[in-house]
């Protein structure tokens, strides 16, 4: 379990672990009265991490109504219609990356006491993986991919406001401090407690963006408009998190290997090395030089996983369906009457589905129908995908569906309301750039010296030589139309070069009756 695995950075230091790393549980104030989990947290038995322990002050922020409704949101939002074990929620991903967050930070804390990583900041990474996604909203990634998108090209949310899940978590955070009257429940038995100073430090932890940093790797606070940071003398823990200078970060380690189990599709990759192998060198989290196959590993897991779960041809059939549905009951719901704050927006979780179909109201009607067709798989068709080339990924502009339908057989009656197109794009993270070449490595456990790879230095003849691939994909709403879909899609490939078009539905063909009163397929 990963919680046993000895140190090695810590053993080769010889140093003790301090007491005060001890479980988290640190009780330097007990209350009478206070309820045992809150004196001394809870132990969780993790399917992916074992056995760990939520600190007193972790155990409060989850048993509260806004973390609690992370239980009704998939981690996969629809993927369990493929998958059918992928059902976990953003509930045990958060529990599972507080652990990594707070094992990492503790990592720093013992090996490099020069470093001045102190309790309190062991604790608030630790609360900041816990809350990263609390702002996911129905469905998870579909919610802000797809649906919003979708009713902001019809003008239905407010032009001039940008939303974004990583936003919400922070105010959702801020919510749930307040709502719950936080202040005078944490802070009761430990000196290291929450206070309310403390949130903006947590908010920073989860909000920080690739676009925060400059092409040097040197954090502006550009896109966020924090040019300097609480913690800003310790930098290096801003990367744990969400790391937006190379995105080697414990949520992309938990977020994989929960999925992959959930999924049974095998990672490849050692975290627990990572982290054992990794130390900070002029304010940055650096990796032992034998770790750049884990990290290519690292993020070859995370493409793999984009194109054989996250991306699945059906599931992304059905999400389609799932956004549809959501889209007309817009009128219903009003989502840009609640998205924008947090007291309105927890209302929002996966139940929206079962609402929708066990509604009566009028205006629901067209959304209860597509609901409808999703729970006895009358799904949308799947037309194939055409392959961009590398050589002409640059000057590539996004494909629309009038795109695609200009080059429909003029007797199809193909229009473009009858098809969906996605613009798929797998990477490694960084779009077309090779994300290790933004880490920094050093030979040695004693080494104060750390740098990048040598672009000259050829590392292995086996590792990738572009780390991003494009695809063009239509799908079809009404499975009449998927013929004239796929005509169009093979002309649009070969009018762009690209490679023929694979992977459509299959049409099944029809069953006749036998005498017997069994079935058999007709000849075709």
Not at 117 to 145: R, Y
Not at 162 to 188: F, I, K, P, R
Request: hydrophobic share 35%.
């Amino acid at each position: 379990q990963a919680n046993q695995h000895p140190d090695a950075f810590a053993m080769h230091r010889r140093e003790e672990p301090s007491n005060a790393l001890d479980d988290g549980a640190q009780l330097e104030h007990v209350v009478p009265g206070v309820r045992s989990a809150r004196r001394h947290g809870k132990l969780v038995n993790d399917a992916i991490h074992g056995l760990f322990r939520l600190s007193p002050d972790a155990v409060t922020i989850v048993d509260t109504p806004e973390f609690q409704r992370l239980r009704e949101l998939k981690q996969l939002g629809l993927s369990s219609y493929v998958y059918p074990a992928a059902s976990h929620t953003r509930f045990e991903h958060s529990i599972g990356t507080y652990h990594l967050a707070e094992r990492w930070a503790q990592h720093f804390q013992m090996c490099q006491p020069e470093l001045g990583v102190t309790n309190k900041d062991v604790k608030l990474v630790a609360i900041a993986g816990l809350c990263h996604d609390l702002g996911h909203g129905p469905f998870s990634h579909l919610f802000d991919n797809e649906v919003l998108p979708r009713l902001r090209e019809l003008n239905r949310i407010d032009p001039n406001r940008v939303w974004s899940h990583e936003q919400m978590s922070c105010d959702l955070l801020q919510h749930l401090y307040d709502a719950n009257d936080l202040e005078d429940t944490l802070g009761v038995d430990s000196r290291d407690a929450l206070q309310r100073e403390d949130l903006l430090t947590v908010q920073e932890l989860i909000s920080i963006d690739k676009k925060d940093y400059d092409s040097a790797g040197q954090y502006t606070g550009a896109h966020s408009k924090r040019p300097q940071l609480s913690l800003g003398g310790k930098m290096f823990l801003y990367e744990v998190v969400a790391n937006g200078r190379n995105s080697v970060d414990i949520d992309k380690f938990d977020y994989l290997l929960r999925d992959g189990a959930a999924c049974n599709v095998r990672t490849s990759f050692d975290h627990s090395r990572l982290i054992q192998l990794s130390k900070v060198i002029n304010g940055r989290v650096c990796f032992k030089m034998s770790e750049v196959n884990t990290l290519y590993n690292l993020f070859h897991t995370r493409a793999n996983m984009h194109q054989v779960v996250y991306t699945h041809a059906k599931a992304k059939a059905i999400e389609y369906m799932v956004t549809d549905a959501l889209v007309a009951a817009d009128a219903h719901f009003k989502f840009d009457q609640l998205i924008w704050e947090p007291s309105t927006f927890k209302r929002l979780d996966d139940t929206i589905l079962k609402r929708i179909e066990w509604s009566t109201e009028d205006e629901l009607e067209e959304a209860r129908r597509i609901v409808r067709r999703l729970r006895v798989r009358d799904l949308y068709k799947y037309a194939g995908e055409a392959n961009v080339p590398d050589k002409m990924h640059a000057s590539w502009s996004r494909v629309t569906p009038r795109d695609i339908v200009d080059l429909a057989p003029h007797s199809s009656g193909l229009r473009e309301e009858d098809i969906i197109v996605d613009n798929k794009e797998i990477n490694y993270s960084m779009k077309s750039k090779d994300p290790v070449r933004n880490v920094e490595f050093f030979e040695h456990l004693d080494s104060t010296v750390a740098q990048p790879l040598d672009p000259l230095r050829n590392v292995s003849s086996m590792l990738p030589r572009h780390f991003q691939d494009k695809k063009v994909r239509v799908f079809v709403r009404d499975a009449s139309k998927l013929h004239a879909a796929v005509e169009a899609l093979n002309s649009f490939a070969k009018s762009r070069k690209c490679a023929s078009p694979i992977g459509n539905t299959p049409v099944k063909r029809a069953r006749s009756r036998c005498a017997d009163g069994g079935s058999q397929a007709s000849p075709g």
